[in-house]
C-alpha cells in the first residue's frame, strides 16, 4: 500500500514563512561532530537513511548555500537563528578559502588537505561570503571575496577561458570545469547580490565579462537551448538563467532582459513542465528511474527569474511563480519523516544520528507526484538543496506584496503581513480579502482564470490594467473582499516516459496521476 505522503502534514503547505522556518531548521542542524563540525553534503533517506561527506561539495559549497539562505530567512522574514550555526556554516567557508588559491576548495577525504577546485563551486564561495558582509558586517569575508574575484581576473578571459598553466604553476592547481555553463558563470548571481553590498568595481567587471560570454556562446536571442554549450547539469542552466535576469535588473538592461525571457519562454521549456518540475540532468540517454526525477533548485531559479520578469511589468509570469510554489516548490518539503528508518550504527557515526530528525525540512529531488520517482531506487535530500528551495521562498516572501511610490502591490496571493498590508488568500478563506494599513493606490494582481471585469464591477472606481486590479484610493483598516472562485481545470504534464494528468484548483494542485509510486503529495487522480 503506498504512502500517502500528503495526507500527513502537519504544517501549512500555502505558507511561505512556515516552509522558511522549517528549511532554517534543517540547515542549522546538519554539522559533523565527526569532521570538525563541516556540513554533510550528501543524504539519502531510503534505501538507506544517511548523511555523507562529499570529496567535490562539502565545505567548497554547503556554507554558500545555508548562508545565503539563513541571513537571508533572517532579514526577510524575522527568523530567529541560531547563531553558532552560522558561525559554524562560517567557519567551514572561511575553511574551504585557506587553501593556496583563494577560491572555494575541497578536500577529497575527511582529514585531508585542500586540493580540488572546481569551478562549479565558485557560486557558492560568493554565496558565502555576501551574506556575512551585508548581514554580519564581516571584514574577512570582504577581503576574501575581493581576493577571490581578482584571482579570476587574473586566471580567466572570456575570450580564452583559464590559464590552465598559471593555475598549475603558481598555485598547484587545476580548476576542473566542463562547460561555462556549469563551471564559472553560476558566480554571476552572487556577483550582483556582492555588488548590490560593497559596489566592487571588479565584482561589476567580471560579472559583466561572464554576460557578454554567455550571450554569445548560451543564451541565444531565439531562446533556444543547446545541451552541449549548457551541460546536462540542469540546475547550472537555471541558476545561470536567474543570475542575469538579476544583472539585468540591476544594470536596468531590458535587452539582456529579454534574451532572459526568450530563453525561459523556449529553452527551459525542453527540459520543464508547466508545474516548475525540472529534470535532474537532461542527458539524452537517461535511464528509466531518473526520467522523472527533479530538482527543487531548479524549481526555485524558475521562481527567482519570473519574480523579476513580473516586476517589469510582464505580469502573466507572477501567476507562474504562484502556480509553481503552489503545486511543485512548496509540497515538495519533507515535512512528515515518518517513513524514514534510522540506520544500524554500531560505530555511533554522526551522519547515521537522528537522521529523520535531521531532514524534516529539507528539499530534494522530487518527482511531480511525490518524493519517490516511478522506477527510482533511492530517495535523497542533498543538503545543498535546502538552502536552494529556501532562498528562492525568501525572494517570494519579498515579492507576495510590495509598497513603493506608485502604491501597494499584491502580486502572489498568498495569506501575507505587513506593516502596510494585510492579506487573506481565497485559498485559505470564503474571499481574497485585503486591508491596508497605509495609505496608497492598491494593485491586486489578478489571475488569467478570473474573470476580472466582473470584479472591476463589484469594486467602485477600479479597473483593469495589465492584469491588476486597480483602486485608485481605498480607506485604510477596511477590508476589501474580492469573491470569486477557484475553477478546476485539468491539464497534461508531458515528460520523456510518460504522460502526468493533473486537476488544478485554481493555481494549486488537487489530485494527479502517481502510477502507484510511494511517498505522494496529493490525491490519485481517478
Known sequence: MPYFYGQLK????????????????????????????????????????????????????????????????ENAVGIELDESAVRKHANAAYFSFSGPLPVPLNREKVDGPLVYFRTHNLREGIHALYPLVQYRKESRAHDLAEQCIAAILELWSPEFGWDISTCNTRYGMEPDERTLVSGLARILGPLVKYYRVTESHAALNLAIQIKERLLQDAYPEDG??????????THSTTCVMASLAQLAELTKDMAL????????DSGLRSF???????????SEDLEEGRLDRGEINNTGDIVETALILGQFGHTEYFEDAERILRSHLLPS?????????????????????????????????????GHEPVECDRVSFNMDIVGGGVASLCEAYRNTTLHDATGHHVNLLFDHETDAIKVESRYTHNALTITL????????????????????????????????????????EEKLELAYDLPTLDLTLSHRSRDIRVRMRGDSVEAMDNFGADLTFFPALS
Open 333 to 369: 518539503q519533507l515535512r512528515d519523516t515518518g517513513f524514514i528508518e534510522d540506520p544500524d550504527n554500531p560505530d555511533g557515526l554522526d551522519g547515521r544520528t537522528n537522521v529523520a530528525q535531521r531532514h524534516q525540512g529539507a528539499f530534494g529531488f522530487p518527482a511531480p507526484y
Open 224 to 233: 533556444s537551448y543547446d545541451l552541449t554549450a549548457h551541460g546536462a547539469h
Open 257 to 264: 532582459l529579454g534574451r532572459v525571457r526568450a530563453f525561459y
Open 10 to 73: 502537519d504544517v501549512n503547505t500555502t505558507d511561505i514563512a512556515d516552509a522558511i522556518q522549517l528549511g532554517c531548521q534543517t540547515m542549522q542542524s546538519v554539522f559533523d561532530a565527526d569532521d570538525n563540525d563541516i556540513p554533510f553534503f550528501s543524504s539519502t533517506v531510503r534505501p538507506i537513511a544517511e548523511l555523507k561527506f562529499s570529496g567535490a561539495h562539502s565545505e567548497s559549497h554547503i556554507p554558500g548555500r545555508h548562508l545565503n539562505a539563513l541571513l537571508n530567512a
Open 437 to 476: 494599513k497605509e495609505p496608497g493606490p492598491l494593485w491586486v494582481r489578478i489571475p488569467s482564470w478570473i474573470d476580472g471585469e466582473a470584479l472591476v464591477a463589484s469594486v467602485p472606481g477600479s479597473r483593469m490594467t495589465n492584469g491588476y486590479l486597480f483602486v485608485a484610493s481605498h480607506p485604510i
Open 272 to 282: 520543464s513542465d508547466q508545474l516548475g518540475w525540472v529534470i535532474e540532468n537532461s
